[in-house]
């Protein structure tokens, strides 16, 4: 846009450099330079985010997009011309009332997980702004320990637990508990505590997170206002709910957001307990799916865009609100 | 306070593409190099001793060039080739692949063709069922590298105790599983280790009864699993689901020599170089793996003489007795990508892999080599003639295209788990034939 102005103005005084007329030309051009490069400026120092952005979440995005109206397998990975087939995918795959399980699973599976998580988190970040100082630190540490194990090594040995043969949970409730229907009892081969398995397991690894940015936000919470709710004689309750949660509130509405996104799209934890021997189909959630359908890249394609159709449909009330308290 | 953060984010930006450009930099370098030849072998099947041999031959032949092999897991291998094979950066210049993944990708045109050598390989010496697993409309895309022909292995002594014989005939090898069970009250005893997800060796019963998984009709493949046949074969295995094991229902055919070497189990099927994972406790002479001394030598060489003096081997019995049962014939074949930019030293490679001596290596290593005429080598122990006589018979997964999809959707492994649960055999069948043809056409 701004281009095609500048070459007759640039082009203009070598012709005629005799009349006095470039004179009064430099101090035109000056101030109207300067606010172009300082508006420019900011922009320019938006580039090197703007280009990985683009190029690592972008380019897949629009393919991903392009994709899914294509016929697009391994065929045509090498070499063999694409064709395109408009909706067809879309028609298939939502016409396909197995799809539709997969997706009510995956919706109930996050708002179960998302909200256990914020209630636990929560929960034990109100705690760690009460107990001393060595209770705090052990909490901490745990937490930490907790965020910061790789998953896979995690995975491993929650797997390990509930190992149908020589898992401990299934030893601990047969031995000494007396519980022996759990000798040998397989966890994951039902769906329903395929999914209980998985739960626990994804709470115990998004907790963290949830309580050390939680346990921020209370330390923000001015002691004067605490206190001065205190003489008025308010419960510990009441200072809690009507004070440090409306203070707290953006905070905790963006770790939900969080929670919501990371639990729809949730893969790597699944997965690998599908690996374990849980019944493959039975126990697709969003993430699996659309990876089982990876052989056919415009299916794959196809799903994943219903997917974040969804994830923006849960998420964008959020996101709206949001917008609006920051403008505020 | 806004400048700051900025400029910081900036910083950080420019330096994660300054890195991303530095790795870039370092590959193009390596690749300008020295030429490399990258081969990739799936899993630890195929020994070190061997693969010393293919980079020490190849490079002694190819001054200057450097062969590269590099380690697949068998666990995700097909979405893992579906990328690497399609890029000229990423491919590998020879590749190990599943017998029965070979199809995928032969008709999606990954493989260049090797029509033109296969007499030179070892012609119709070479396995013929993996060669039609690599071959589209009569052209050869991938040869076979070797096949892992399964037999059962089982505890002498539990035998006796239990009065049982090696049995002739597949419905005594049921019997003798159920009479194994019963006379070992434990617990977790099985008569036979079969866990719920394995499939590999379900399936024998399957091909031997006469039933098959898919057939081809015309153009369409159908799902046979609710043939007479293969119900008949089916309520069979199921049958040995509920009285002959209690392996979990949850667990595949991967290590199953755990809960032997445990005395969890008197029988297992596995490939015949699972000998060498047999480790029962009353041989154990606790020796250090990494201790290399001769004097532990010694005894790591009694241990297992006393393991296979204590353990059988026999091939699965088939319908009739002195008949081997009709087994899934597990293995791989090997192919050149198309994409790959070597490829006449991948020739060369293939050349080097069907010399005698590395098909004789193959086999005295308990693997039966591509080129079935070196399988003597295999020797004459009972773990060789076990081998042999399952591989006689072996069979294969369907030749269809999208046969992948199958095992990458586990649909079989679905379906066994189904059977060992006690689900109605007929309607599971009619469920899986159902998924089955939805998959493959």
Redesign the interface.
Same mark, same amino acid.
């Given at each position: 846009m701004a281009a095609p102005p500048l070459p007759p103005e640039t082009a203009a005084p070598p012709r005629d450099p005799a009349p006095p007329g470039p004179a009064p030309a430099p101090p035109r051009r000056v101030p109207r330079r300067a606010p172009w490069r300082a508006r420019l400026n +900011?922009y320019l #120092? #938006?580039v090197? &985010?703007l280009? +990985?952005i683009a190029v690592g979440l972008g380019y897949p995005l629009v393919r991903q997009f392009l994709l899914s109206f294509q016929e697009y @397998? #391994? &065929?045509q =990975?090498? @070499? %063999?011309p694409a064709e395109w087939v408009g909706l067809r995918n879309y028609t298939e795959l939502l016409s396909d009332p197995y799809v539709w399980g997969v997706i009510g699973r995956s919706v109930a599976f996050c708002l179960v997980n998302a909200g256990l998580t914020m209630a636990v988190g929560v929960g034990l970040a109100v705690l760690m702004s009460k107990v001393g100082r060595a209770a705090r630190i052990t909490l901490q540490v745990g937490m930490l320990l907790a965020w910061g194990t790789p998953v896979l090594a995690t995975l491993t040995v929650w797997q390990w637990l509930f190992d149908?043969?020589y898992g401990v949970v299934n030893w601990v409730l047969a031995g000494p508990l007396g519980l022996a229907e759990f %000798? @040998?009892h397989?966890w *994951? *081969?039902e769906p329903a505590s395929f999914y209980l398995v998985a739960t626990v397991i994804v709470v115990w690894m998004s907790v963290p997170f949830v309580v050390f940015t939680t346990y921020a936000a209370l330390l923000q919470v001015p002691a004067e206002c605490v206190e001065a709710a205190q003489l008025d004689g308010a419960g510990a309750w009441q200072r809690f709910r009507h004070l440090s949660v409306p203070l707290i509130k953006p905070v905790l509405l963006i770790a939900a957001l969080l929670q919501v996104i990371w639990d729809l799209r949730v893969f790597t934890q699944i997965h690998v307990l =599908?690996? &374990? @021997? &849980? +019944?493959? %189909?039975?126990t697709h959630l969003l993430g699996t799916y659309v990876?089982?359908l990876? %052989?056919e890249f415009s299916m794959a394609g196809a799903m994943a865009t219903v997917m974040l159709v969804l994830t923006l449909c849960l998420t964008g009330f959020y996101i709206r609100r949001m917008l609006r308290e920051e403008e505020l | 306070m806004r400048r700051v953060r900025t400029g910081g984010l900036a910083a950080a930006a420019v330096a994660s593409l300054l890195a991303v450009s530095a790795c870039g930099g370092g590959s193009t370098a390596e690749a300008s190099g020295d030429t490399e030849v990258r081969l990739w072998l799936n899993g630890t099947d195929t020994p070190q001793e061997l693969r010393d041999y293919l980079v020490e031959t190849f490079e002694a032949d190819h001054e200057g060039m450097t062969l590269v092999i590099e380690e697949q897991d068998w666990s995700g291998l097909v979405p893992r080739l579906q990328t690497a094979l399609a890029s000229e950066d990423q491919t590998p210049d020879l590749v190990e692949i599943g017998n029965t993944q070979s199809p995928t990708f032969t008709y999606a045109g990954a493989f260049s063709d090797l029509s033109d050598m296969y007499d030179e390989l070892g012609g119709d010496d070479l396995l013929p069922g993996f060669v039609e697993a690599g071959t589209v409309d009569d052209t050869l895309y991938a040869v076979p590298y070797y096949s892992g022909a399964r037999a059962v292995f089982y505890r002498k002594d539990l035998f006796e105790q239990a009065g049982v014989a090696v049995p002739q005939t597949l419905a005594e090898f049921r019997t003798a599983a159920i009479a194994l069970q019963q006379a070992n009250p434990a617990q977790d005893f099985s008569g036979f280790w079969f866990p719920g997800q394995d499939w590999y060796n379900g399936i024998a019963w399957l091909f031997t009864g006469g039933g098959e998984l898919a057939v081809q009709e015309g153009d369409r493949w159908v799902g046979a699993l609710s043939s007479p046949e293969s119900q008949a074969a089916l309520t069979e295995v199921q049958d040995l689901f509920t009285n002959a094991t209690r392996a979990p229902r949850d667990a595949d055919s991967n290590e199953p020599w755990v809960a032997f070497n445990n005395g969890q189990a008197a029988m297992f099927s596995a490939p015949t170089w699972a000998r060498w994972s047999i480790a029962l406790p009353e041989c154990d002479k606790g020796v250090d793996p990494d201790d290399t001394s001769p004097e532990a030598e010694a005894l790591l060489a009694e241990q297992q003489a006393c393991n296979e003096e204590r353990t059988g081997v026999f091939p699965l019995p088939g319908a009739q007795p002195g008949t081997p049962a009709t087994v899934f014939a597990g293995g791989s074949n090997i192919a050149v990508p198309t994409m790959s930019q070597h490829q006449e030293e991948a020739r060369d490679l293939l050349r080097i892999i069907y010399s005698e001596e590395f098909q004789t290596m193959l086999a005295e290593n308990g693997l039966i080599p591509g080129n079935s005429q070196y399988a003597g080598a295999l020797g004459d122990d009972p773990y060789a003639q076990a081998a042999l006589a399952a591989a006689v018979d072996a069979k294969l997964t369907p030749a269809a295209e999208r046969w992948a999809d199958v095992e990458g959707a586990r649909i079989l492994e679905d379906f066994f788990q189904q059977i060992a649960s006690g689900t109605d055999v007929a309607q599971a069948a009619a469920e899986a034939d159902r998924l089955l043809e939805e998959t493959l056409n």
């Open positions: +900011p #120092l #938006l090197p &985010a280009v +990985p @397998g #391994l &065929a =990975q090498f @070499g %063999r149908s043969q %000798r @040998g397989s *994951i *081969i =599908q690996k &374990a @021997g &849980a +019944p493959t %189909r039975e990876y089982s990876s %052989r | -």
